[in-house]
């Protein structure tokens, strides 16, 4: 296959049958042109081939790995990573898929997997000139030959020994591999990297938590240095509009999740969305969703970026679906807020957001503790949050249609229970510990839904309940929605009414987004089954029959005929 030039990348979306990057394109749209596969015949759809991968087994304090990959296809041939990072080159011609090679990065299992908060995790590779780009749990980000599997050199980005892992596919963007971090449950203060493709050297890292004496740092307002531990990661990959040259990324959660006291402060740029120049790393401007937070959203999910008119004025649209339950819309040019909704049943958290600002309605910005409706806190030790705090859309990827101009979110409607236990400030944890002032647990079921937002005028067009939370994502085409579900089915949903019109029974959990592409000129639907990620660990007593699912590694790719 060519090689994957910056202008190819430019240019995915002029490529109906590949799937070039982690969100299809660098507006995260997730959305495909092809429709061989379409509402008057889905129902036909049956499985072409399926493939079991590798990755299965567990370390640190997880039993097995997951699958959270979204498959990137070029030319018939597709790059799937399993959990610990292994890279599969699949040729998917003639039919069938075959395994023409694996690249097992040796990732150190123990190491990496004692500080992985979430699960044994790897949402895929980008692809740069000849070469194969991913991360491991372990820290290390790697280019591999493509027509070899054979590493071509590697580069350690992140440090477990700090608590740091690697969890998000990188995303290329230009001469350069950018690459978010994970541990903000473990005491580490975030950062986005960039790393040259061709001198292998990093050109620039951003902490995503100012350094003293830099704009947002006296948004930490105690005096022992919370910030050093703030959190912030950043572990969803972003999104590009080279109309600007501006990088979107995500940012998640102040450390320690529970205990806001310990950080006074709106604790920027936590829970915030970063607009940032690709060739400096340099900070545009940014968004926060919840100064302060006490519930543990993050705002890692990523940046959809949509051109199209609200309310009659044509916009530049970035769409973020926040943990918090709110979807927001803000001018990508200048961080204004345009339109925000709940996308969620129920909300208790706060009884809304301004509808000038989009913060929340009981934000005080001369308080350096917030209050909000619900707050758990040092005094109100033990309370119920909805959404939980996997959040009313936790990484699972949203997908946009151009046509219809909806915004599809892959909810998880939800409430958990919150205990706080104050972290002291005179007791610094080792790196490496948990370092969360708390935790919840689950008395109350969880379920999810796809929910449906008409982008020009910001409100709510369908909700198509489903039993199970959505932990895998979506994937829009122009008259279909397709998700899967952790007990195993895979569905499409007309993408204007959202009624179900075909599902398939995959026998595993899904926890990973489908995709679609073409090989000899057919059109096939893929989605990685394997149950891993948060719910397993956390959230499982809130849908307990899904204990009964069992870790898998599986690929399964769907066709007409
Ligand atoms: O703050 C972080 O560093 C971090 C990382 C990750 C991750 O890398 O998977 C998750 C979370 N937080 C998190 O809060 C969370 O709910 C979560 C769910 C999942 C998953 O894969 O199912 N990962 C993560
Ligand atoms: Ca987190």
Redesign the pocket.
Known sequence: ADDVTPDKLLNADSEAGNWLTNHKDYSAHRFSTLNQINKSNVKNLHVAWTLQLGGIEGGGIWSHG?L?GTPVVQDGYMYVTDGWGSVYKIDTHGGQGKILWRMDPKTDHDWAGAV????V?N?GVALAGNMVISHTLDGRLIATNKDTGQIAWQRQVADPDKGE????APLVVKNLAISG??????G?R?WIAATDLTTHKEVWRTHTIPAKGEPGSETWKDNYNAAAMG??????TGSYDPRTNTLYWGV??P?P?WDSEYRPGDNLYTDSTLALDPDTGKIKWHYQHTPNDPY?Y?S?AENVLVDAPVHGRDAHLDLEAD?NGFAYAVDRDTGNFIWGLPFVKKVTWTKGLDPETGKPAEYDPKKAVQQYAVTPSRQNTVTMICPG???GK???PTAYNPILKEWYIPVIESCNRVTVKPENPNKKPHPRDLFTGGGPDQPVRITGSVTAIDVTTGKEVGKHETPYPM?GGLLTTPDLVFYGQPDGIVAALDAKTLDQLWSFNTGGGV?APPMTFTSDGKQYVAILVGQ????DK?FIDATPELKKVHPSSALYVFSLN
């Open positions: 997951g959270e992985a908060c979430c699960g995790d949402r892992v690697m969890t998000g971090v994970a541990g903000a449950e473990y580490i975030g959190g912030g990661s950043t572990w969803v998640g959660n450390g999740d543990d993050d890692v943990r705090n996997m959040g936790n990484w699972p932990l926890n891993g990620g948060a719910w956390w």
